[in-house]
């Protein structure tokens, strides 16, 4: 399997993970490349093109799309269990309030 990590992805990754922000980029990609590979695909996620899901490992959330050809690139990084739990918390909140 081909997975390619998009820059964004890896900006991501050190916006919410800021403890581990001075870790190079290279090792930022191998850790985002084995989210994909190694972990399971909590949920389906709606993508324009091929299929698309939310993958995690080691409690580190990434967003991933699989092309027809194979190839997969991984989008986004959610950050960690707490973050991504904390940050669905706060976009509830802004709706309920904008309802």
Request: proline share 2%; charged share 30%; hydrophobic share 30%.
């Amino acid at each position: 399997m081909q997975v390619k990590v998009s820059k964004h992805a890896v900006q991501r990754y050190r916006d919410r993970l800021p403890y581990l922000a001075d870790t190079s980029e290279a090792e930022i990609r191998e850790v985002l490349k084995d989210v994909v590979v190694k972990g399971r695909c909590l949920r389906k996620r709606p993508a324009k093109s091929g299929k698309a899901g939310e993958y995690v490992y080691k409690g580190l959330h990434v967003v991933a799309v699989t092309n027809k050809d194979g190839t997969t690139y991984i989008v986004t990084c959610y950050g960690d269990t707490a973050y991504k739990n904390w940050s669905y918390a706060q976009r509830r909140k802004r709706l309920r309030w904008v309802s």
